[in-house]
């Protein structure tokens, strides 16, 4: 969680608006090694004024043709757009407790 607090988000936000050939937002990923749960943390906005797209990647049972079948997806990703830095700390916390259950009730 000090990763998320101690990165330079503004900094790289601000190299980012004054550079012509840059086309990512600075993002950092994490995994629980245990699981391969892993969630993907971008900053976007105004170096000023930034906010967090968090991207919740883990293995999910998906239907396929048309809800007769499941099939097991091991990438699974889902997202949540215009976070505060205080949300995105609570759930990389959730992951790193491995508290699952809160992170599919945010990410429905």
């Given at each position: 969680m000090q990763i998320v607090e101690d990165f330079p988000w503004k900094l790289h936000l601000e190299e980012v608006e004054n550079s012509k050939n840059t086309y990512y937002s600075p993002s950092l990923e994490f995994e629980n090694l245990s699981n391969k749960n892993g969630l993907a943390i971008s900053a976007v906005g105004n170096p000023a004024k930034y906010e967090f797209y968090v991207f919740f990647k883990r293995p999910k049972m998906q239907k396929t043709w048309f809800?007769?079948?499941?099939?097991?997806?091991?990438?699974?990703?889902?997202?949540?757009?215009?976070?505060?830095?205080?949300?995105?700390?609570?759930?990389?916390?959730?992951?790193?407790?491995?508290?699952?259950?809160?992170?599919?009730?945010?990410?429905?």
């Amino acid at each position: 969680m000090q990763i998320v607090e101690d990165f330079p988000w503004k900094l790289h936000l601000e190299e980012v608006e004054n550079s012509k050939n840059t086309y990512y937002s600075p993002s950092l990923e994490f995994e629980n090694l245990s699981n391969k749960n892993g969630l993907a943390i971008s900053a976007v906005g105004n170096p000023a004024k930034y906010e967090f797209y968090v991207f919740f990647k883990r293995p999910k049972m998906q239907k396929t043709w048309f809800g007769l079948s499941e099939k097991l997806n091991k990438n699974y990703t889902s997202e949540l757009l215009d976070q505060n830095k205080e949300k995105t700390i609570e759930i990389l916390k959730a992951l790193i407790d491995n508290n699952l259950s809160f992170l599919e009730r945010k990410f429905q």
